[in-house]
């Protein structure tokens, strides 16, 4: 590369970009996303038939979609023009990894949530560990995990059963897992530019992960439909929806930003020493993979 | 690879307009917008905590409604806390690291004016919250559950969203300084050559990411107790409103962490300048604010003393709370030592950070109180933990952004700011800020709770002193403002290095900074210290 830096030759100059329109755009959709399903909830909570709501929200949704493509395409942009020097790619390791620390925070906080109920917050509830409040509020309640009959279970209706761990979520087990590998195998030949075989193992990581999804789909409605395990159904469907929801959200993200990715080794993208985009999904994907260990210990088996 | 030297063409000053501000991608500009959102807040929740001193002046229901009251102590909070001091401390951080470590810019300079234009839309969402049907949040700023999720009014979703709006922001804004300051050093800057305001920030970032996500799994899980059924804090469905407890605590407690350490940053920064001597025991700073970020990971229940926890647990928090003393002590130790037999002389920013040393032991000192957990069954939710907070965050957190803004205002306009009314400026925030706090420590002893608009007869006098120290400190901030709009539209010329005992390489670059800064890293001498 070829610029005024030629006095200093140690140094490649750290590229600060011009002047940006996407975090503003970024800034107002989420304002709009956020302030129109806010009112779509408030709407439904009192039955109102109000919906400027779908309006906040749709308007949102598409200056999010908009902002995200020319954002990652400016960046995706500078990077092949040879703008980013070897710092930069050290931000953009950084940027990344403190970003999935942050998530593995969120996490941290719904299993903690789960350990405080089943450790000490249902055993007390139940006169296991202390006797008054068992005694002064629901005294018929036993505890048991999954927790099918709820201290009040008028208010919250238990769930009839639980989920099965070793049949959907044991094969949504192997898929992640299995995904983790090809994703891996997919990144090696990335390393040796061996194109056609990228393209077919990045491909079989999306299968898997759909494939996941689908079968997550599957035993939501089983649960929903035949279990009786809904979001009202007591701390067990609680802790249950919010961990395995949350997971999959962050699944499908990962799926999109591996369809991403995928789309980029097709058009020629990343070389074997450069392709920090292509790292950064599969480190979130492998990040998705490890919590759904977790979960699958945690929320299914324990 | 093409090369495409158009787009790193020679530095050139801003562009101009409105679109200069809306787009810019230069840590100066948005350094300068957090300061200016921050300073408006800091109006916006002042005028509400006039609000509660008017009505407290006198026993009896006077001026609000009771429910009115609520939401004014509650937004008061949450906008002084998310909207005044911590984007007071970015901003600083958006202007100074770059300068302080010899960067052209922050590390993510577009994802930087993300952060903070998130802030304007999150504040517009949670102040919004008065204006709609049933009030705005009425259940203090620590939103204990059930009273925001059970009791709530309608606009608790909008409260939601505004967090993590906010959540969004500080993570962003904290990934970002830690990308700066590990990456983004000139060559041969070693870490321990760093300013301690860069190390502050560089803790604070990682307290932000560690516990502005767990944050935002406690409001999630609220708009789920509150719209889609759950239970996670109804012991009627197996789930209990202490989990919300410890969940919030576990970010509040951090939190309180992530507002005053970069204030220990920046009056490591001011104190050897005005002593003109070297910060004592720098190493020994460094480490103690490591000890203190982490110890206030594992000290949260201390706000829970009396939820009914068992006896261990008392013991285990009561006496984790009371290690964090010992990194404090080694730190307020060390300003003092720096002083200690130096050529000190009072100019503003000397001032504030010595009222700092001073009323900040003292907080810690009322803090210490208040971690005896058998003592903390008598004045938990009291005005004692009114006055005691109120001391580190006042005349500690935001004293410091005061003496922060007074020491690098020239800096930043190339003008010297008016000596006089800065002076006059910190008397009178000193003598307001004592007047106003100091007696809510004896009313609370006596028994006064916190967050009622009426109280008993015998706490009258004090609360009527408390107002008028309270109006004071008010009014006098006005002044603040007069003397900075004074400073940026002129005065007396400020060279480089204006204050001659100061260090670092922000005196290296001309008053005012030049709109960019080190696009070449400065060459750092292998036996010099930068801090």
Known sequence: MKNMNDTNEEYDLYYVPEQSKWPIIASIAIFLFLAGIAMILNALKINSSLNTGYIFLGLGSILMLWMLYGWFADVVHESRSGLYSGQMDRTFHWGMFWFIFSEVMLFFTFFGALFYVRVLVLPELAGISEESTHDLLWSKFNYQWPLLVNPDNTTFKGASSFVNPFHLPLLNTIFLVLSSVTLTIAHHNLREQNRSAIIKWLFITILLGFAFLICQVMEYTEAYNELGLTLNAGIYGSTFFLLTGFHGAHVTIGAIMLLVMLFRVKKGHFESDNHFGFEAASWYWHFVDVVWICLFIFVYIL | ?531
Not at chain 2, 30 to 38: A, D, E, P, V
Not at chain 2, 54 to 71: K, M, R, S, W
Not at chain 2, 170 to 191: F, K
Request: aromatic share 16%.
């Open chain 2, 1 to 531: 690879m093409e090369a495409n030297t158009h787009l790193q063409s020679e530095p050139h000053g801003p562009p101009s307009g409105i679109m200069r501000w809306i787009l810019t991608t230069n840590h100066k500009d948005i350094g300068t917008m957090y300061l200016i959102f921050s300073l408006i807040m800091f109006f916006v929740g002042g005028a509400m905590s006039m609000v509660i001193r008017a009505e407290l002046f006198q026993p009896g229901l006077q001026i609000v409604e009771p429910e009115f009251f609520n939401q004014m102590t509650t937004l008061h909070g949450l906008i002084m806390v998310f909207g005044a001091i911590m984007p007071a401390g970015v901003g600083l951080a958006n202007w100074m690291l770059p300068l302080m470590i010899g960067a052209p810019d922050m590390a993510m300079p577009r994802l930087n004016n993300w952060s903070f234009w998130l802030l304007p839309f999150a504040a517009i969402m949670l102040v919004s919250t008065l204006f709609m049907e049933g009030g705005g949040p009425n259940f203090g700023w620590t939103f204990y559950a059930p009273l925001s999720t059970t009791y709530a009014p309608p606009s608790t979703t909008y409260f939601i969203f505004a967090v993590h709006i906010l959540g969004i922001s500080s993570i962003m804004g904290a990934i970002n300084i830690i990308a700066t300051i590990l990456n983004l050093r000139a060559p041969n800057l070693t870490m321990m050559k760093l300013p301690l305001f860069a190390w502050t920030w560089l803790i604070t970032s990682y307290l932000l990411i560690a516990v502005m996500p767990v944050l935002a799994g406690a409001v999630t899980m609220m708009l789920f107790d509150i719209h889609f059924g759950t239970s996670f804090f109804n012991a009627a469905g197996g789930g209990d409103p202490v989990l919300f407890q410890h969940i919030f605590w576990f970010f509040g407690h951090p939190e309180v962490y992530i507002i005053i350490l970069p204030a220990f940053g920046i009056v490591s920064s001011i104190i050897p300048t005005f002593s003109r001597k070297r910060l004592f025991g720098y190493s020994a700073m460094v480490w103690a604010t490591a000890s203190i970020a982490f110890l206030s990971l594992i000290v949260w229940a201390h706000h829970m003393f009396t939820v009914g926890m068992p006896l261990t647990g008392e013991l285990f928090f009561m006496l984790a709370t009371m290690l964090i003393a010992v990194p404090t002590g080694v730190k307020v130790f060390n300003w003092t030592a720096t002083m200690f037999r130096g050529s000190i002389s009072f100019e503003t920013p000397m001032l504030f950070a010595s009222a700092f040393l001073v009323l900040f032991t003292m907080a810690g000192f009322s803090g210490l109180m208040l971690s005896i957990a058998p003592a903390n069954m008598q004045y938990h939710d009291t005005y004692f933990v009114v006055g005691h907070f109120h001391y580190v965050l006042v005349p500690g957190a935001l004293f410091s952004v005061f003496a922060a803004v007074y020491y690098w205002l020239p800096k930043w306009t190339g003008y010297m700011y008016d000596e006089i009314l800065g002076k006059v400026h910190f008397w009178l925030s000193f003598i307001g800020v004592n007047v106003t706090f100091f007696p809510m420590h004896f009313v609370g002893l006596a028994g006064m709770p916190r967050r009622i608009p009426d109280y008993a007869l015998q706490f009258a006098d004090f609360n009527a002193i408390s107002s008028v120290g309270g109006f004071l400190f008010g009014v006098t901030q006005l002044l603040f403002v007069f003397i900075i709009i004074k400073c940026v539209k002129g005065g007396k010329k400020a060279s480089a290095k204006y204050w001659d005992g100061a260090h670092g390489l922000e005196w290296s670059v001309p008053s005012p900074a030049p709109y960019h800064t080190f696009v070449r890293p400065p060459e750092i001498e292998e036996d010099k210290d930068y801090f």
